[in-house]
């Protein structure tokens, strides 16, 4: 047990603190908020995918670092301190479901490009009517000979205006629900796909697609069309890694917001002092304080476990449910704390209080993990009647 | 980073566990309730010597002075099972927090002269540090030791104090210089409960017996004083840096919860089992999410205790968030209960009255050791370094 970061991963923090903040200004994140052409930015995807972090869990073999999700955890926390563009994150997300489901050849193929930076990927899972629970999804794959026809629509997906491919969760067209889920290869500019961007609250780009009658060849089967058992468990494991590495962003933007909001309030002067020596500030801070310390060791729990290949459901659903209370109530907070000072576009707050919000529907929200966290408690701990202890 | 226990860390987990389940007996439990406000009865003596003899009153301590030489985090696993098993653990805490901040503040003679006498369990220890009207500004206590030949002479009135019934020895706070500033004219002295001059009187409260400690010329010898001369303040605020942290370790409360969580499988009320309703498994499940936090804040004060690091904001930060959410774990427990909450007697359940008995006593602990606003200034003032003016 040693809840301190190693050596390592205190240099891998540094550094990636270090490259953020100098390649991240506020104009850049403010730009990457507000285009209405693209949210991605082409100089920055390079200079990233030359730091290896877009491989920093993908295997040497496919031209990453063979790192730990740990590791990967570390970047996210400091991509989420600088807000970073999110085409990092989906891709990220779509490289987990490649390397879970992926054929060798795949994983080569995609992989190799993702690590190398040559390729902005995505995944599109949840639907309109259908937002986590896959037996209800609409969209569809029929077999007819040696072709595949996808026909359906996916909602909230993140990033496909600029993605070189779509990550598409479909049912079997004969599968029933959750039984007969298979993933493709899909790319926007296939015949039969459209996109409607989507006018999101934290200004990143999602979008609507559409699959009308999409052909698709075996090749563009994640994981080919050998289904096994294991295939609900792997789209499971990769939504719950990207869960975790979602929570470690929220960390490292709550800890932001924190860290700003500290700044401030030690230098705004009001009655002739600074604003932060008054105690009912300060106990404010306290609490905030209090907050980011335990969602950043729940995540870290959560993002450990999972990096070791444990099993993290209650440590997961904990995370993110305390996470997306303790990031947008900071961001809450801070508005409080920075009146209208922080309520001035200029001053950058919003944009942290827009991806607190984001986040914090993405993923699953507070009441959708602490279901989850009830299913795994009410039956267990179990103490016998006899065993009592009276105070 | 690592959130597993180690091999040994798991192996010591389970010898406490052994140990408690061998020796934290019905009877002994019974007993502690029942002699709460008198002196300590035959099974808790022989339960403390038992604890004593395993060499775990100086878990922590090097080994140059009997100790264990564990770390904190060993300190924590064996804290947490004490306490969730309600085994009786007053008398280690009190002397914990005294033998620590003489290991870490105390001179060598000083050394010498105290911790055999401490981890023999000769001496238990009472903390006589508030006065009426010094509490949350400790700092301004009148309580006066003045030197008169080779003894130090002490006058003055404590108060809030916990165990001096009990107690062999008095931790105190006075004031040996009037003329320095505050903080910087306070010794800590350790005064035997036997010598004349001194009274303790019981205060009643919602809770557990407290007292008031009169200290009428009482004599000491030089050895007495801890530390140097005027350099109390420092002495007090490592020992209350360690009573933080211990303060907590929640897992008593813990427990509550998972005998709650064990009451509503059980427990069928207007024609529904309690833990399928709604509304019940949300509340429980918030109360899980918000005890794990608590926990890993005392693991991670435990690992930065390990690592040498300054603790003083997180320990305030644990005390706090676990005392606020004790509270909020028994009050949800008794109106889980509803109607039942009321009872107080051990017939229909043994539950109701232990929780009701929790809900008095916890809001102490949000105070106690220093007030819940308090330590937010710390984690203010020293955590995040915000300006005190």
């Given at each position: 047990m040693d809840l301190q970061f190693t050596e390592e991963q205190s240099m891998l923090q540094q550094t990636a603190r270090k490259f953020f903040e100098n390649e991240l200004t506020f104009e850049l994140v403010d730009e990457a908020q507000h285009s209405?052409?693209?949210?991605?930015s082409v100089d920055l995807w390079r200079k990233i995918a030359e730091m290896g972090w877009l491989g920093v869990a993908i295997d040497e073999q496919y031209?990453?670092?063979?790192?730990s999700l740990f590791d990967l955890g570390v970047i996210y926390e400091e991509a989420g301190r600088a807000l970073l563009p999110t085409t990092f994150y989906s891709t990220i997300y779509a490289s987990l479901l490649i390397e879970q489901l992926g054929t060798d050849e795949q994983k080569k193929r995609y992989l190799s490009q993702i690590a190398e930076g040559k390729m902005i990927s995505t995944v599109a899972f949840s639907e309109a009517d259908a937002l986590y629970n896959?037996?209800?999804?609409?969209t569809t794959a029929r077999k007819l000979y040696d072709r595949w026809v996808l026909n359906g629509t996916k909602a909230f997906v993140p990033n496909a205006d600029v993605a070189d491919n779509i990550l598409v969760i479909a049912r079997?067209?004969?599968?029933?629900?959750?039984d007969g889920l298979i993933a493709f290869i899909v790319r926007?500019?296939?015949?039969g796909v459209t996109l409607k961007s989507m006018n999101t609250f934290g200004n990143d780009a999602q979008s609507v697609v559409t699959f009308n009658n999409v052909e698709l060849d075996e090749s563009n089967v994640l994981g080919g069309i050998?289904?096994?058992?294991k295939t609900e468990e792997s789209f499971e494991l990769a939504r719950k890694q990207a869960t975790a590495l979602q929570c470690m962003e929220m960390v490292g933007g709550a800890r932001k917001v924190l860290d700003m909001t500290v700044n401030y309030v030690s230098e705004r002067k009001q009655f002739g002092v600074?604003?932060?020596?008054?105690q009912a500030v300060q106990h404010h801070l306290a609490n905030m304080a209090t907050s980011v310390e335990g969602a950043q060791l729940a995540t870290y729990q959560a993002m450990w476990l999972l990096s070791e290949g444990l099993e993290a459901e209650q440590e997961l659903a904990i995370a993110k449910a305390f996470t997306s209370e303790t990031y947008k109530s900071a961001t809450l907070m801070a508005h409080q704390l920075w009146a209208g000072m922080g309520f001035a576009?200029?001053?950058?707050?919003y944009l942290y209080s827009n991806r607190a919000k984001a986040t914090e529907l993405s993923f699953g929200t507070y009441d959708y993990h602490l279901k989850e966290l009830s299913n795994l408690i009410?039956?267990?701990?179990?103490?016998?009647?006899?065993e009592l202890v009276c105070r | 980073m690592n959130f597993r226990l180690t091999k040994e860390q798991l192996a010591w987990q389970q010898e406490v566990r052994s140990f408690i389940k061998e020796n934290v007996t019905p009877e002994l439990l019974a007993e502690v309730k029942e002699t709460d406000d008198k002196q300590a009865g035959p099974l808790e003596k022989v339960f403390l010597q038992k604890v004593i003899e395993k060499g775990w009153?100086?878990?922590?301590?090097?080994k140059e002075y009997g100790?264990?030489?564990?770390g904190a985090v060993d300190k924590l696993i064996f804290m947490e099972e004490m306490r969730y098993h309600h085994a009786p653990d007053q008398e280690i805490k009190f002397m914990e927090y005294a033998a620590n901040a003489i290991i870490n503040k105390g001179t060598e003679e000083n050394k010498k002269v105290w911790l055999p006498k401490f981890i023999n369990g000769e001496i238990i220890p009472s903390m006589s540090y508030s006065e009426p009207s010094a509490?949350?500004?400790?700092?301004?206590?009148?309580t006066r030791a003045e030197l008169d030949g080779d003894e130090w002479v002490i006058n003055g009135h404590k108060i809030w104090n916990t165990r001096g019934h009990r107690a062999t020895h008095q931790w105190v706070a006075a004031r040996?210089?009037?003329?320095?500033?505050k903080h910087k004219g306070i010794s800590v002295f350790v005064v035997p409960?036997?010598?004349?001059?001194i009274s303790v009187v019981e205060i009643k409260t919602w809770d557990h017996r407290v007292n008031e400690v009169f200290y009428e010329d009482v004599r000491v010898p030089?050895?007495?004083?801890?530390?140097?001369?005027?350099?109390g303040w420092n002495i007090i605020t490592s020992a209350l840096n360690t009573e933080r942290f211990t303060i907590g370790i929640g897992s008593h409360i813990w427990r509550v919860f998972d005998e709650l969580v064990n009451y509503c499988n059980r427990t069928t009320r207007d024609g529904e089992?309690?833990?399928?309703r709604p509304e019940v498994r949300l509340r429980l499940a918030q109360l899980k999410m918000e005890i794990e936090i608590a926990r890993l804040l005392t693991y991670r004060a435990a690992s930065m205790i390990d690592a040498g690091k300054d603790v003083s904001a997180i320990a305030s930060m644990s005390k706090v968030y676990t005392t606020e959410l004790s509270t909020k774990v028994v009050d949800y427990g008794m109106q889980i209960f509803e109607?039942?909450?009321?009872?107080?007697?051990?017939?229909?359940?043994?539950l109701y009255k232990m929780i009701a008995q929790y809900y008095r006593a916890v809001p102490l602990r949000r105070f106690g050791g220093g007030t819940n606003e308090v330590m937010r200034n710390i984690v203010a003032q020293r955590g995040l370094m915000l300006p005190r003016k």
């Open positions: 209405n052409i693209t949210k991605h031209n990453g670092i063979g790192g896959p037996e209800f999804f609409i079997l067209e004969e599968g029933k629900g959750n926007p500019n296939d015949d050998e289904r096994t058992e600074p604003i932060g020596s008054f576009l200029d001053s950058g707050l009410a039956p267990a701990h179990l103490i016998k009647k006899d | 009153h100086g878990l922590n301590w090097p100790g264990l030489n564990k509490g949350t500004d400790l700092a301004s206590l009148h040996t210089d009037p003329n320095a500033p409960m036997n010598t004349p001059g030089k050895s007495s004083l801890i530390g140097d001369v005027n350099s089992l309690l833990v399928q109607l039942y909450g009321q009872l107080n007697d051990y017939e229909a359940d043994p």
